[in-house]
């Protein structure tokens, strides 16, 4: 027992080492950029060696970081894995869905409750992940994507309908800015998401200012408290449309890429990976409003 790390700080050293970031790490834990710097600091302590490089504001994992940082993941990934499945009632059917960050927060997860009661047979199990997923190695049955990259060619792919974007803004902000010039918000995540828009439509925008946050999810909510205008995926901000926190005073325009979910051949999950596509093709493509 000596020779084990205290236990509590590797969960924040694993968030830290996937993003390379105490910031993004601090965000997905739910905690303070102090205290995950605090949780590392207590590692490279127990240990006698840095864990990161700190260059020019960016974390590097050193050699001896990388190593933990594997056994680390790799443990904590089976450790999670166990306890989903002890934790579950054998009623249960257990399915593990990864979604896109903002989409799970501003879209998908405010509706779960509605599937659960619609498929009380069914337990999913979320977690949050953009771009490329190797399934098997994560244990993930289902992934929803966007469609902006390429995955292997053994994988299902369903699509579930195209991407919708458009600028928003609080009704507020709107009535007395709508004649001049405007604070536009970009996300670090999406950064040409403004550009892409202005080749979609050939409009422009005056700008005053602009401002960055690192997720849609920031950049969005600052928009509906009034703080400028960003652009937005309609599911995003199918809810704060639906309750007047937010306006797209341009409309939404069809961008070329589509959400999709992506699985593999799984007999004894094939029934409950229908039922949910199925149903999240079905909420995707209700009418803005709805």
Not at 55 to 83: D, F, H, M, P
Not at 158 to 179: D, F, Q, R
Not at 248 to 257: D, K, N, Q, R, V
């Amino acid at each position: 027992m000596n020779n084990l790390p205290p236990l509590k700080p590797l969960v924040s050293f694993r968030a830290a080492a996937r993003y390379s970031s105490f910031t993004k790490a601090a965000h997905e834990l739910n905690l303070t950029h102090g205290a995950v710097s605090r949780a590392v600091k207590q590692l490279e302590e127990f240990f006698g060696f840095e864990l990161f490089e700190r260059r020019n504001r960016t974390l590097y994992l050193t050699a001896k970081g990388k190593q933990l940082a594997a056994g680390v993941e790799e443990t904590l990934t089976k450790l999670e894995k166990i306890s989903e499945a002890i934790r579950i009632p054998d009623s249960k059917r257990r399915l593990s869905v990864s979604c896109e960050p903002s989409l799970a927060m501003r879209w998908l997860m405010p509706r779960l409750d509605e599937f659960r009661a619609l498929n009380p047979q069914i337990d999913i199990h979320l977690s949050v992940g953009g771009g490329p997923i190797d399934l098997s190695a994560e244990g993930v049955h289902l992934a929803i994507r966007r469609s902006d990259f390429t995955w292997p060619s053994h994988y299902n792919c369903t699509i579930l309908g195209k991407e919708s974007v458009g600028p928003v803004c609080s009704p507020a902000y709107w009535e007395k800015h709508c004649n001049s010039a405007k604070q536009i918000l970009h996300t670090r995540t999406r950064p040409k998401a403004w550009s892409e828009w202005f080749d979609l439509t050939n409009k422009r925008i005056d700008s005053e200012s602009e401002k960055y946050f690192d997720h849609f999810y920031f950049s969005l909510q600052a928009a509906s408290t009034g703080f400028g205008l960003a652009v937005g995926p309609e599911p995003l901000v199918r809810e704060d449309i639906k309750h007047g926190l937010l306006i797209a005073p341009y409309g939404f325009e069809t961008t070329s890429i589509d959400y999709i979910v992506l699985s593999l051949e799984n007999q004894k999950k094939a029934e409950d990976l229908k039922i949910f596509t199925t149903w999240l093709k079905t909420e995707l493509n209700l009418p803005l409003g709805k």
